[in-house]
């Protein structure tokens, strides 16, 4: 079965640069989710995106950004990186954003360095 | 605010070990509760999960019981299996979000042959 699929796996990057994470959720799935996992910590909800429109925002720094286009897809676009940045980013979809079930249906994470 | 709460790891048993992974919550309302879990090199898959007290969620010989009196959803396992090895996550989504979770810190199980 098709699963919650992220790009890149990996991402290095400058201090002060730019980077882009994309996240292709469930086929049919209309809800996306992202998390911030830093090491030894636990995922951190950043902001979730429901029919192409914010639904839900956490502890999102204002240098990032994001979206979901209409073919449901998302971009988290962060800018004037820092050290603290890096992490591993989880996108997560589910198909419909109103029913407490809790089930995310998570990828497998994109690592991102910041040298 | 919302917080998970899990017992310090990492947890190194031998295979056939009984397993006890402690979790409570802080939530107002009632929350729904679940485990995640994370083999090595994958993403975070959802094990089994509870949406009102004293229910039990149970899975691949896994279980866990929301316990409203105590704020506990403690994950056990009767015999553990080396396949068991990952990291292991405790999450809670309050009533009425739109299914937003909140994690615990994750504990690193490891079985030994």
């Known amino acids: 079965a098709a699963g919650v699929i992220q790009s890149p796996r990996h991402l290095i990057k400058e201090k002060r640069e730019t980077a882009t994470l994309k996240c292709y959720p469930i086929?049919?799935?209309?809800?996306v989710y992202w998390y911030q996992q830093g090491p030894g910590q636990d995922p951190q909800f950043l902001i979730s995106?429901?029919?192409?429109?914010?639904?839900d925002k956490g502890s999102i720094p204002d240098r990032f950004s994001a979206q979901q286009f209409s073919d449901y897809h998302s971009e988290l676009n962060m800018s004037s990186l820092e050290l603290g940045d890096s992490a591993l980013y989880f996108c997560?979809?589910?198909?419909?954003?109103?029913?407490?079930?809790?089930?995310?249906?998570f990828g497998e994470g994109s690592r991102l360095t910041v040298l | 605010g919302d917080s998970v709460t899990q017992m310090e790891g990492p947890v190194t048993l031998s295979e056939e070990a009984f397993l006890t992974i402690n979790c409570t919550y802080t939530?107002?309302?009632?929350?729904?509760l679940f485990w995640y879990v994370q083999y090595p090199g994958e993403g975070l898959q959802l094990l089994l999960k509870a949406t009102k007290a004293d229910d039990k969620g149970s899975n691949k010989g896994f279980e866990a019981t929301y316990r409203k009196e105590t704020t506990s959803f403690h994950l056990e396992k009767g015999s553990v299996q080396v396949s068991d090895s990952a990291v292991y996550f405790c999450?809670?989504?309050?009533?009425?979000?739109?299914?937003?979770?909140?994690f615990g810190k994750g504990i690193t199980l490891s079985v030994r042959p």
């Open positions: 086929p049919r799935h209309d809800t």
């Open positions: 999450a809670l989504s309050p009533p009425g979000a739109n299914s937003k979770l909140t």
């Open positions: 995106f429901y029919e192409k429109m914010q639904s």
């Open positions: 939530a107002t309302g009632y929350p729904s």
């Open positions: 997560a979809s589910s198909s419909f954003p109103g029913e407490n079930t809790g089930e995310l249906f």
